[in-house]
């Protein structure tokens, strides 16, 4: 089984998965237990939006960031917000509570709701909401020493990608392109642009200042971002927003991919050429550095 952005989950029996305790529509239930009518709109349309929360010592990590992107994402579809700020909280503190492991990943899902199919909104209909927890393993030791492969692919994604939807064909399509080719991320471009990875932020690193592409609707902008942003501030790396071309990220001196599963990662190899000295470089070392702190005073 992949945990979220592919990161592996580690080996759980089936049957401890059934008896995973999950949240559905105000009921906390056995995953076995749990049923969607087919009529939900997330499986007819993917109508829906959601979360990946990592939780560090018990504690979900910059929850408030995370839980401003929900309420942003249900805004943009015009999805009524089914709990106020302290019921998404309770929701998610008693999932943890309810599970054995320090390190967990939460994945909440809100969709529309149940209705005949059409597509336009339905009135009145109450929005259906899921969560359910995994242990969060520690990203492998070999990926963090040696870095790992990237392919780049043409993003045929659609044009509200910094939307949380759970409509991810296109972001399934280009992992799976990833994992076809033996690479962990698929880098995607759009007009000649970097944009992101199938399920990560993606990071330049030019002589020494690392590059973000934009924060607009062709990236979905990863609570990482802004968590990646403050620890090169903090260390003194400079910083640049800007549109990145391909032949930046094809001659960078350092790729880098970052999402709530993977921290941050380097990548060192693209479409099967090495990435500058073809081995994890000095600002992943230090910006990895940074972010186990950030963890230990989050854990604290
Ligand atoms: N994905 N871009 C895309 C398309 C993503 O799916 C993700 C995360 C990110 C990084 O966001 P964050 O830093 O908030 O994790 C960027 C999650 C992990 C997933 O879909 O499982």
Redesign the pocket.
């Given at each position: 089984m992949n945990?979220?952005?592919g990161s592996p989950a580690p080996a759980m029996a089936t049957e401890t998965l059934a008896e995973q305790t999950v949240f559905l529509n105000g009921d906390f239930m056995p995953l076995s237990e749990a049923r969607i009518p087919v009529l939900d709109r997330g499986f007819i349309f993917g109508d829906g939006v959601?979360e990946?929360v990592p939780v560090y010592g018990r504690k979900p990590f910059r929850w408030a960031q995370?839980h401003a992107?929900l309420v942003r994402s249900l805004g943009e579809l015009r999805i009524d917000n089914p709990r106020d700020a302290a019921g998404w909280r309770e929701l998610v503190d008693a999932l943890i509570a309810r599970h054995p492991w320090d390190d967990q990943f939460v994945y909440m899902q809100v969709t529309r709701g149940v209705a005949k199919r059409d597509h336009g909104f339905p009135k009145g209909i109450v929005p259906t909401v899921f969560a359910m927890t995994s242990p969060l393993a520690p990203v492998p030791a070999a990926q963090l020493q040696n870095g790992v492969d990237a392919v780049s692919l043409p993003d045929q994604r659609w044009l509200r990608?910094d939307i949380?939807s759970v409509s991810?064909l296109g972001?399934v399509l280009a992992r799976q392109a990833a994992l076809d080719a033996g690479a962990v991320e698929c880098i995607m471009f759009r007009d000649g642009e970097l944009t992101?990875?199938?399920?990560?932020?993606i990071w330049v690193v030019q002589h020494g200042k690392v590059l973000a592409p934009p924060r607009d609707s062709r990236?979905?902008?990863?609570?990482?971002?802004g968590?990646l942003q403050e620890l090169c501030e903090s260390e003194g790396i400079p910083f640049e927003v800007t549109a990145i071309p391909r032949d930046a990220v094809r001659h960078a001196d350092e790729l880098m991919l970052?999402?709530?599963?993977k921290e941050v990662l380097a990548i060192t190899r693209l479409d099967g050429e090495p990435v500058g000295s073809g081995k994890p470089g000095p600002v992943f070392t230090r910006l990895h550095a940074a972010y186990q702190r950030a963890k230990a005073a989050a854990r604290a």
């Open positions: 945990g979220p952005g959601y990946v995370h992107r990608c949380k991810l972001n992101e990875g199938s399920s990560s932020n990236i979905l902008e990863g609570i990482r971002y968590l970052s999402s709530a599963t």
